[in-house]
Nanobody, 123 residues
Framework: QLQLVESGGGFVHPGGSLRLSCAAS????????IGWYRQVPGKDRELVSC????????HYADSVKGRFTISRDNANNRVFLQMDKLKPEDTGAYYC????????????????WGQGTQVIVSS
């Protein structure tokens, strides 16, 4: 079992920054690739970013490359998403998930999801 708790969402103007944090707890946290999905009403969920177990492999959606940075602190079981140069289209609910590679691997959505944190980018 894995528990994921997000924090750090909020309201920001276009061009601003936010840092999301995911606190993970449970068994073998360090053995999971952890990432972030974004959900916007009326649209399919989007895998924004994913980081592997050791932290040396990262994936970014094309829409956020060059603006978002994912990192993890395995000593403290935390994963971070630094979001810079935010755009209105980045607005949505952001969910911390594990294993973030499962959709791409064809085994279905991740088994573990946090409760989500809302990001609103607006002028």
């Amino acid at each position: 079992q894995l528990q994921l708790v997000e924090s750090g969402g909020g309201f920001v103007h276009p061009g601003g920054s936010l840092r999301l944090s995911c606190a993970a707890s449970g068994d073998m946290v360090e053995s999971f690739a952890i990432g972030w999905y974004r959900q916007v009403p009326g649209k399919d969920r989007e895998l924004v970013s994913c980081i592997n177990e050791s932290g040396d492999g990262r994936h970014y959606a094309d829409s956020v490359k060059g603006r978002f940075t994912i990192s993890r602190d395995n000593a403290n079981n935390r994963v971070f998403l630094q979001m810079d140069k935010l755009k209105p289209e980045d607005t949505g609910a952001y969910y911390c998930v594990a294993d973030c590679r499962s959709d791409a691997a064809g085994v279905g959505p991740p088994d573990y999801w946090g409760q989500g944190t809302q990001v609103i980018v607006s002028s």
